[in-house]
T-cell receptor
Framework: NAGVTQTPKFRILKIGQSMTLQCTQDMNHNYMYWYRQDPGMGLKLIYYSVGAGITDKGEVPNGYNVSRSTTEDFPLRLELAAPSQTSVYFC?????????????FGDGTRLSIL | GENVEQHPSTLSVQEGDSAVIKCTYSDSASNYFPWYKQELGKGPQLIIDIRSNVGEKKDQRIAVTLNKTAKHFSLHITETQPEDSAVYFCAASNMDDKIIFGKGTRLHILP
């Protein structure tokens, strides 16, 4: 059972480039999330999804886009990379709503924008 | 909105001693409080959680206490071991059924 799988693990982008961070889960969870983690700042929610075809903004959505065409996959898109998007990105999933169910995290994508 | 404060930001304890990490929250509607452990290069992993109808929960060397009146909850690790070295995050649910994370505590277990 793989859980939540994120690819790539590391990536360096130039300013203005675009890329997609991939996330897939095999637990048949309805809820999926994208967080960014900056040093000393904890985890900030970027976008989340309560099921296939449904997405919503979190605390820091600017500069990102998501889609949820299947239950398993929840890719995060950066259209015009900026230095402020240098961070570690975590995808997570949960069986039920985050307010009462634990989240399962992937091992992250470390992204540098130069 | 909900605010979760976590202290200390860094904690060093001698192997075998106990470690305590404290969190406070602001939303009186909070009713779910998970704790996550993040090892180097890995994602956070749930280690224990507690709900508002319970004051304390234990799992081997780990315990969590909740004081709803004071709006604070704490993680207690007894008989610390080298593998306990990690970053620990507390979190609390809010009235929008979301989770708000604290900023983390880096725990060092000294030999």
């Amino acid at each position: 059972n793989a859980g939540v799988t994120q690819t790539p693990k590391f990536r360096i982008l130039k300013i203005g480039q675009s890329m997609t961070l991939q996330c897939t889960q095999d637990m048949n969870h309805n809820y999926m999330y994208w967080y960014r983690q900056d040093p000393g700042m904890g985890l900030k929610l970027i976008y989340y999804s309560v099921g296939a075809g449904i997405t919503d903004k979190g605390e820091v959505p600017n500069g990102y886009n998501v889609s949820r065409s299947t239950t398993e996959d929840f890719p995060l898109r950066l259209e015009l990379a900026a230095p402020s998007q240098t961070s570690v990105y975590f995808c997570a999933s949960s069986y039920g709503s985050p307010g009462n169910q634990p989240q399962h995290f992937g091992d992250g994508t470390r992204l540098s924008i130069l | 909105g909900e605010n979760v404060e976590q202290h200390p930001s860094t904690l060093s304890v001698q192997e075998g001693d106990s470690a305590v990490i404290k969190c406070t929250y602001s939303d009186s509607a909070s009713n779910y409080f998970p704790w996550y452990k993040q090892e180097l290069g890995k994602g956070p992993q749930l280690i224990i959680d507690i709900r508002s109808n319970v004051g304390e929960k234990k799992d081997q060397r780990i315990a969590v206490t909740l004081n709803k009146t004071a709006k604070h909850f704490s993680l207690h690790i007894t008989e610390t071991q080298p593998e306990d070295s990690a970053v620990y995050f507390c979190a609390a649910s809010n009235m929008d059924d979301k989770i708000i994370f604290g900023k983390g505590t880096r725990l060092h277990i000294l030999p």
